[in-house]
């Protein structure tokens, strides 16, 4: 009883005691955190940090989407370095070797594909009039040109546009459009060349030193995962490259078969187009439709339905056995991720949600599947 009146009375002076003062007075209440000014204040200012937040994101957005290409890229190149490691170099020599291999690759499409583009771009806008002209031979598309005038309206436009030779400057936007389109480019292709040769020598640091924050007991665990799932993001890259090599070739021995010019440019072309996700296929046969055209109407509608019906093979037969004896991720996953990815973060989403969903699959039935089986 002694104790607790004691306590009571030392908790009641503590109470009544008075606030500490300083030399510049003393010190107020503290604020009352139940009152409604207090919580709107608190509350609109997370929400106002929230959209500048958002605000900030979404200005640098596009220095983001450089960032995870070069990511992308780094991770993607990284199963070459670690086999040319195995044979005994050093990383940084390792890294030298496939660097100097892409820049070679850059410098030889730029002087074999860029001659042959400008020369048949330009050939294609001469023949362009006379290719609609020659679309009015065939009776079915005659009728709609005379119901509909759709020849008649694409003739006129494309006079309007070609008339005074400056269709690349309108499409572009004018002088200093074209130019702010190249300066763009280059800087953009400068940023993801540096960024993936620092992301691709620091990977092994740069996993070392998430690692270093997961706990002791889990880290051995948590390691083998990641370095799988850097792997599977590997086998994306090169069963992507593997892809294109296949489409290539294909329009190399149809470019070869029909006759048309630089077939081997066509074929770099189709290549490149081929690394894109979705889209790729679709601009790769855009090109070589427009290519064909230049020849003949009829080569065109050939070269179209050819590469076409090789897209369709491709996407239901190749790819979904590519991606699951590689990644082992189905078929179905692969493009329901791919248009997923794509609707979400574009052209970046499409070509991070095939190995986001290896990841995930990975994860699930490493950790979550043995969990649920255990419980």
């Known amino acids: ?25 003393t010190l107020g209440a503290p604020i009352n955190r139940a009152h409604p000014f207090y919580f709107g204040f608190i509350a609109t200012f997370g929400a106002l940090t929230a959209i500048l937040l958002m605000r900030a994101l979404a200005s640098v957005s596009q220095i983001f989407v450089l960032i995870l290409i070069a990511l992308f890229l780094a991770t993607g190149l990284n199963p070459a370095v670690e086999a040319l490691r195995g044979k005994k170099l050093s990383r940084a020599m390792a890294v030298t070797i496939i660097f100097t291999s892409v820049i070679a690759f850059v410098i030889f499409f730029a002087f074999v594909v860029a001659p042959p583009v400008v020369t048949q771009g330009t050939q294609l806008i001469n023949r362009a009039p006379q290719l609609l002209n020659d679309l009015t031979n065939y009776e079915a598309i005659n009728k709609l040109n005379e119901q509909f005038g759709l020849i008649d309206t694409l003739q006129a436009k494309l006079k309007s546009v070609t008339s005074d030779g400056t269709l690349l400057v309108t499409t572009f936007g004018g002088v200093l459009g074209v130019g702010k389109t190249i300066l763009s480019g280059f800087f953009s292709f400068l940023t993801v060349l540096v960024l993936t040769l620092y992301f691709i020598t620091s990977l092994p640091q740069a996993i070392d030193l998430g690692l270093s924050l997961v706990p002791a007991s889990r880290r051995d665990r948590v ?11 590997g086998s994306f890259v090169g069963s992507q490259v593997i892809i294109a090599i296949m489409a290539a070739v294909f329009v190399l021995i149809l470019s ?20 894109i996700p979705l889209i790729g296929h679709f601009i790769g046969s855009s090109i070589v439709t427009i290519i064909a055209l230049t020849q003949s109407v009829p080569l065109g509608l050939i070269a ?26 189905p078929g179905a996953v692969t493009i329901i991720a791919a248009l997923i990815g794509s609707s979400l973060l574009g052209l970046v989403g499409g070509l991070l949600a095939v190995p986001v969903a290896a990841a995930i699959i990975l994860i699930l039935d490493e950790v979550v599947i043995p969990r649920a089986k255990s419980s």
């Not at 070869?256 to 690394?275: K, T």
């Not at 339905?305 to 996407?315: M, S």
């Open 1 to 25: 009883m002694a104790i607790s009146g004691r306590v009571k009375k030392v908790s009641k002076q503590a109470d009544t005691a008075p606030l500490p003062t300083s030399e510049f007075g």
């Open 223 to 233: 390691g083998r995962l990641t370095h799988a799932i850097i792997a599977r993001v």
């Open 256 to 275: 070869i078969i029909l006759g048309l010019p630089s077939p081997f440019a066509i074929a770099m072309i189709v290549f490149v187009c081929g690394l």
């Open 304 to 329: 179209f339905v050819a590469y076409v019906f090789y897209v369709q093979i491709e996407n239901y037969v190749v790819t979904p056995r590519i991606m699951k004896k590689t990644m082992s991720v």
